[in-house]
Each structure stands twice: as C-alpha cells, then as structure tokens.
C-alpha cells in the first residue's frame, strides 16, 4: 500500500534524542539483558542435571557465566547511565520548544531538531527580528543548589566553578551552518543569530557579555528576547526561509 503523505512531517522537538534512546534500549541493553537471563537459565539448567545425576555438569557453564554476567551487568548500566544523560537532554528540549511555540502567534515560523551530518540544529526560529540558531543544554544541577551560569562573552562558568566554552563554540559552528544552507537554498544571505538556553538555570552575564555575538539565556526569557528585539525581515523573506527550510528537513536522507 502507497502512503498518501508526499513528504515526511517536520521533526518534533528532540525527536533525534528520542529515537537515539530507543536505539539504546531496544538494540544494545534489550540485547544485553537477554544474554544475562539466557546465562543464568543454562547455568541453573546444568547445576539441575548434576543435582538429577544426569551426565552434564554446570562447571563449564558456570566458569563461562561467571566470566561474562559481569560484562553484561556492567554494559547494562553503561545503557542506563547514557539513557538517563539521554533523557535529561530530551526533556529540555522539549521544554524550550514549548516556550518557543508562543512565537507562532506573531507570525514566527518555529523548526525544531533539524538534521545534518552528525549533529542536529535544536531549534530554529525565523522571525521578523531575525534567524535564530537555538542550542539547548539541559544540565543537572550541583548537590547544594547552586544553578547559576557566569557568562563573559567567551566561557560560561558553572556554579560548581566547572569552565567550558564547548556550548559557545557548538551554536556559532551551527548557526553558520544554517546561514550557509539558508544561501544555498534561497540564493540570499541573511545574519543568524546564534543562542543557548539553559532550562532551570539563572543566567548572569557579566558587562563583557554585552559585546558577544552569542545570547546566553534561561529559555523562558527567550520569547520576549526575540519579540523585542527590532525587525529585520520582512513577511515575503520570513516564508520564504521557512519554505527551504522545511523542503531541506522533509527531504534529508540520513
């Protein structure tokens, strides 16, 4: 049977997250987990047959079981360990995106989880402000409370004291990406803006801040960041972008 859908849908909100934690759970740890029962059910069928005087015996078995249960068990909590990490990512990209999806109402097209080769833009707002290039960083919070991020234009400090710029460097690298496709696929060149929102955490920027090119933010700040900032594009351009935009996510092939 033929579906009657000519082109795929748009991608949710951290639907790559989602199929990459089913991919966990259903390729690697199911597969795990039946190696560790089908070991404890040949272990306990050989230490039967001993115990019944039947000829097999459960040393072999047991060496061999002995040997690899730990193996699994360990690899099993590994799956875990990266399906929680998985989880905790999905769950606030899910959130900005529904922080984001109050932009409709002025006219903002909204795309999330764009694909491209091994990586994926978040979220993708076109709005009469602008472009936005959105990366989401869904960090757990320190035992004693602390959820504050120091932003200096350059490097954000975690309030554990933790230093990165790894979030800075990976949202400028995608947001040119998006502005190269968005050339490719109109024929114009248009600015983006790159930003990263940190769910749950209060962003203090520091008087260096006001010079990068980078917006740092809790994702429920972000709304009104986009509504107030001065227009840029026009309605023709907005639909325009958003028109490749969706043809170039309907049509990626991984």
Same mark, same amino acid.
């Given at each position: 049977?033929?579906?009657?859908?000519?082109?795929?849908?748009?991608?949710?909100?951290?639907?790559?997250?989602?199929?990459?934690?089913?991919?966990?759970?259903?390729?690697?740890?199911?597969?795990?987990?039946?190696?560790?029962?089908?070991?404890?059910?040949?272990?306990?069928?050989?230490?039967?047959?001993?115990?019944?005087?039947?000829?097999?015996?459960?040393?072999?078995?047991?060496?061999?079981?002995?040997?690899?249960?730990?193996?699994?068990?360990?690899?099993?909590?590994?799956?875990?360990?990266?399906?929680?990490?998985?989880?905790?990512?999905?769950?606030?990209?899910?959130?900005?995106?529904?922080?984001?999806?109050?932009?409709?109402?002025?006219?903002?097209?909204?795309?999330?989880?764009?694909?491209?080769?091994?990586?994926?833009?978040?979220?993708?707002?076109?709005?009469?402000?602008?472009?936005?290039?959105?990366?989401?960083?869904?960090?757990?919070?320190?035992?004693?409370?602390?959820?504050?991020?120091?932003?200096?234009?350059?490097?954000?400090?975690?309030?554990?004291?933790?230093?990165?710029?790894?979030?800075?460097?990976?949202?400028?690298?995608?947001?040119?990406?998006?502005?190269?496709?968005?050339?490719? %696929? %109109?024929?114009?060149?248009?600015?983006?803006?790159?930003?990263?929102?940190?769910?749950?955490?209060?962003?203090?920027?520091?008087?260096?801040?006001?010079?990068?090119?980078?917006?740092?933010?809790?994702?429920?700040?972000?709304?009104?960041?986009?509504?107030?900032?001065?227009?840029?594009?026009?309605?023709?351009?907005?639909?325009?972008?958003?028109?490749?935009?969706?043809?170039?996510?309907? %049509?990626?092939?991984?």
């Amino acid at each position: 049977m033929k579906s009657p859908l000519k082109d795929k849908p748009l991608n949710n909100p951290a639907e790559s997250l989602d199929q990459e934690i089913d991919k966990i759970i259903n390729d690697k740890a199911i597969q795990d987990l039946m190696m560790i029962v089908m070991l404890l059910v040949l272990t306990g069928w050989e230490w039967w047959t001993w115990f019944r005087e039947v000829p097999p015996h459960p040393i072999n078995i047991t060496i061999v079981a002995l040997v690899l249960i730990p193996i699994f068990v360990y690899r099993v909590f590994k799956h875990r360990k990266k399906v929680i990490k998985l989880k905790l990512g999905r769950d606030g990209e899910k959130a900005v995106g529904q922080y984001l999806e109050s932009l409709r109402e002025s006219s903002a097209k909204v795309f999330h989880d764009i694909p491209a080769k091994d990586f994926n833009i978040d979220h993708l707002v076109i709005a009469k402000s602008g472009i936005y290039v959105i990366e989401t960083k869904t960090y757990s919070k320190s035992d004693d409370g602390s959820h504050r991020i120091v932003f200096n234009g350059v490097n954000l400090t975690l309030g554990n004291g933790y230093k990165t710029d790894k979030p800075i460097i990976q949202v400028k690298s995608a947001s040119s990406w998006v502005k190269e496709l968005i050339k490719e %696929t %109109t024929g114009k060149t248009f600015s983006t803006k790159p930003v990263v929102v940190f769910p749950g955490w209060f962003i203090e920027p520091t008087s260096e801040a006001k010079s990068s090119d980078v917006w740092v933010l809790n994702p429920k700040g972000l709304p009104t960041f986009i509504a107030n900032s001065s227009e840029k594009l026009n309605e023709s351009d907005i639909n325009m972008i958003a028109y490749h935009i969706s043809r170039y996510v309907r %049509t990626y092939k991984n």
